[in-house]
């Protein structure tokens, strides 16, 4: 079973970048398509962006061209960085790791985005 560290969430001003760090142990880290959901308060968790072993990338359409998901296999590690942030981004944010056998989530982050 995987183990997963999530780290980078806070509190940002609209405008503001945060970036998200997601360390995995435990799995073949580089075999797994790694992903970032967020839950915010009342609504149903949605898939934010998704990376494949190969490095391609989708987004939902609320933040395609701000924000940017990436992974390092040498380091099994998965990142968010989010940048022109806005109230709307204000959520928990998980990490997720996914094969056709299995899949594993983090623990989650708080992200608020406010003035």
């Known amino acids: 079973q995987g183990q997963f560290v999530e780290s980078g969430g806070g509190s940002v001003q609209p405008g503001g970048s945060l970036r998200l760090s997601c360390s995995v142990s435990?799995?073949?880290?580089?075999?797994?398509?790694m992903e970032w959901y967020r839950q915010a308060p009342g609504k149903e968790r949605e898939l934010v962006a998704r990376i494949a072993p190969g490095g391609g990338t989708d987004y939902a359409d609320s933040v395609k061209g701000r924000f940017t998901i990436s992974r390092d296999n040498a380091k099994n590690m998965v990142y968010l960085q989010m940048n022109n942030m806005n109230p709307e981004d204000t959520a928990v944010y998980y990490c997720r790791a996914l094969t056709a056998a299995n899949n594993f989530w983090g623990q989650g982050t708080q992200v608020t985005v406010s003035s």
């Open positions: 435990g799995i073949r880290f580089r075999f797994y398509v």
